[in-house]
């Protein structure tokens, strides 16, 4: 990737980079819910002041961590088919609406920032119908144009129009692997779900996870600032290479102002050149009071992971 020399396009992709990591949730109080950046590599660190874990869990946390943090790096410039239902039910639990989406599902990195790739969504078709469109997105990519983020911001934001519940960019299918980045592990406590560690003949390592402090992966941007949304849940890795094959977690918050509940499961299977890519994601949104009442839920499927190149130079004088 080339290096941006123009200080005002460099602030619009960064504008758009934030949008495209914040979700807004179906609540007239709740402002959105939004993913922490990570810390920059300098100020990583493997456990906080005084804490010990398990030597193996370390070491196993240690690799998964490094996997994690390079994961965008190894799975860029790719697109799939993404097959998505999404449904809607009122507060009694009865379906209220239902769509099915086939889209585009493009991993892309900004020149500005190659070590991370961001997650859009271009719809083609939505309940068998077609959508009316000049031209795909991952066509407008290939241009290597620097007006080719730009257009990704608005058929992202398209996009959005027709999403049932709450209004997203992407479906935040990797945003689990935030949960195992280094710079996230002196926060979130762990622990092996099988007593005495994984069987040395099982073809995963299964680790339980749980926030631990306010300085959480998911929260609330409210009227008096940003307020934690705590999650948990459990990470299936290989056996050997302690690559993420499945994350499952919960996530709720109480407080009046910006309840919310719900549920995301990510689960990978081997695709392009081997890598471990999303084959299917889980969202679900349950009423806060009563947990067993569903009131939204999307099922996604992806195949037929391919590459493509972006290669986007952006020079002073350029609009």
Not at 247 to 256: C, L, N, S
Request: with cysteine; charged share 30%.
């Amino acid at each position: 990737m080339k290096t941006l020399t123009n200080r005002a396009t460099q602030n619009q992709l960064a504008k758009l980079l934030l949008c495209l990591v914040c979700i807004t949730v179906a609540a007239p109080q709740i402002t959105g819910l939004a993913i922490v950046a990570a810390l920059p590599a300098e100020q990583q660190s493997h456990d906080a002041p005084g804490e010990e874990r398990d030597p193996a869990l370390q070491r196993i946390l240690d690799v998964a961590g490094l996997y994690a943090k390079h994961y965008q790096e190894l799975c860029r410039e790719l697109v799939a088919e993404e097959r998505m239902v999404q449904k809607e039910y009122d507060k009694k639990g009865v379906l209220r609406n239902q769509r099915s989406f086939v889209s585009d599902y493009l991993m892309v990195t900004l020149p500005s920032d190659p070590e991370r790739a961001l997650e859009f969504r271009d719809i083609l078709s939505i309940d068998g119908h077609p959508l009316r469109r000049r031209r795909k997105l991952v066509e407008v990519l290939k241009e290597k144009s620097s007006n080719a983020f730009k257009e990704a911001e608005r058929v992202a934001s398209e996009s959005t129009k027709h999403n049932l519940g709450r209004q997203r960019y992407s479906n935040m299918v990797n945003f689990g692997l935030s949960f195992i980045l280094p710079d996230a592990q002196p926060s979130i406590e762990y622990e092996f779900e099988q007593a005495g560690g994984p069987a040395a003949n099982s073809e995963w390592v299964l680790i339980r996870f749980r926030e631990k402090t306010d300085d959480t992966k998911l929260h609330a941007n409210t009227p008096m600032g940003r307020k934690p949304i705590p999650s948990q849940g459990l990470i299936w890795l290989s056996q050997g290479e302690f690559k993420v094959l499945r994350i499952d977690f919960q996530f709720k918050q109480e407080a009046d102002l910006y309840a919310i509940a719900g549920r995301y499961v990510s689960e990978y299977s081997p695709a392009l050149d081997g890598l471990l890519l999303p084959s299917r994601f889980e969202e679900r949104f349950f009423d806060v009071k009563n947990p067993e009442r569903l009131l939204f839920e999307s099922v996604a499927t992806y195949a037929n992971f391919r590459k493509f190149s972006v290669d986007v130079k952006i020079s002073p004088g350029e609009p």
